[in-house]
């Protein structure tokens, strides 16, 4: 049975703009008598080409956020039916094999699906970094749904703590996992950062991967202590400083690197500097390593007391050889979504057209995959 491929509803209007736009079209292929008020101001001041964009089938899709539930916020009509992609559709193009299920409400389950770090990503990043570890107990913090985390455990990582105050996000990470202890609740609580501490001493935790805001950590070179949006990210270093572990993974926005011409990063290195801990950070392209996305990411990682050099080997050197939205969900074009959010679909497990789905459907594990794709062997 297939979970999560579930329509999303629309409104006349914009079932409207939908039936306008071809196969890699957009908002500009929108006829002028639809009308709309927000799309009048996209053509008087130009609007991104993604927005009420139709998925190019032969293409990698653009990137996936949390607003796969409505047409006008990015690329998610589907590429051949008049409907947005499912969630289910929506986690194949992010990486999620077929039985990571996904819990909560639609707004939910699209919340955890756009903000997830793709496996396969992860799992570039985890293979990457393998050598400065001897033992691969891991701490995940702002866990989400569980991408970047189930990526590490893909990689052969034990990922034996996870923490986010994302109710709906923690019911699926702990039905996927259950073996993982999910300290549920907000690390700015005195009580929920000392349970994290409390047991990750017990446990040994090796690393510790997350993905803090980073947004108002520096202004000009100078750090912003009274900016809310820091104390998330002054609490990932706080609980690096006091477990001191052997490496660290942040996951960010790619703009983390230029914002404030520099400062920002610069700052954040300083800040890990004064803890023992060497940087290295790098922009890397979800399609580079196996997904189907052109979802761009930076990855920072810190070493202790060790030179870090961070450069993760793509699997693919153009864009010719990525995988396409075609490679990821062709299987599905002839099968009806459920409507209703809780009521899964059956298709036929052996009917597969590219060996991106046998590993979706767990007939193949990462390795052989990026073994076959690293030879064009896509279909």
């Not at 107990?137 to 989400?144: M, Q, R």
């Not at 290195?269 to 940087?279: D, I, Q, R, V």
């Not at 070493?303 to 050197?317: A, L, Q, V, W």
């Not at 990821?328 to 099968?335: F, K």
Request: proline share 6%.
């Amino acid at each position: 049975m297939l979970y999560n491929h579930t329509i999303s509803k629309v409104s006349e209007l914009d079932m409207r703009m939908i039936l306008s736009i071809p196969e890699g079209g957009n908002w500009r292929d929108i006829p002028f008598d639809i009308p709309s008020k927000r799309l009048e101001g996209i053509r008087k001041t130009g609007g991104r080409t993604t927005l009420y964009g139709r998925i190019d089938r032969n293409k990698p899709s653009y990137t996936i956020n949390t607003y796969i539930t409505r047409p006008g916020n990015g690329t998610f009509i589907h590429p051949i039916h008049d409907r947005l992609i499912t969630p289910r559709e929506a986690a194949r193009l992010q990486s999620f094999p077929d039985d990571y299920i996904f819990y909560g409400a639609k707004s939910h389950i699209a919340t955890q699906i756009g903000n997830a770090v793709p496996p396969l990503l992860a799992y570039a990043v985890a293979k990457e970094i393998k050598h400065y570890l001897s033992s691969y107990n891991v701490l995940d913090l702002f866990s989400g749904a569980g991408g970047m985390g189930y990526g590490f455990k893909q990689a052969g990582y034990n990922v034996v703590i996870a923490n986010d105050v994302f109710k709906e996000a923690a019911i699926t990470y702990k039905k996927n996992n259950p073996n993982v202890e999910f300290i549920e609740g907000s690390i700015t609580e005195v009580s929920i950062k000392d349970k994290i501490i409390e047991s990750s001493q017990k446990k040994s935790i090796d690393i510790i991967i997350g993905g803090p805001p980073c947004q108002g950590f520096s202004l000009a070179g100078k750090r912003l202590s009274d900016d809310p949006r820091n104390f998330l990210y002054k609490e990932f270093v706080s609980l690096v400083d006091n477990l001191k572990p052997k490496v660290f993974v942040m996951e960010n926005v790619p703009g983390i690197l230029s914002s404030n011409a520099g400062k920002t990063f610069e700052s954040i290195k300083s800040e890990f500097s004064a803890l023992g801990y060497c940087l290295s950070a790098q922009k890397l392209l979800a399609s580079d390593y196996g997904v189907p996305q052109k979802r761009k990411r930076v990855f920072i990682v810190g070493t202790y007391n060790m030179e870090c050099k961070f450069n993760p080997s793509k699997i693919f050197d153009d864009e010719i050889n990525y995988l396409s939205v075609d490679d990821a969900i062709s299987d599905l074009y002839d099968i009806q979504p459920s409507s209703c959010k809780d009521t899964p679909v059956e298709y036929n497990d052996n009917l597969f057209k590219s060996n991106y789905q046998k590993y979706l459907r767990n007939q193949i594990d990462v390795p052989e995959l990026l073994n076959l794709i690293s030879k064009s062997l896509a279909i």
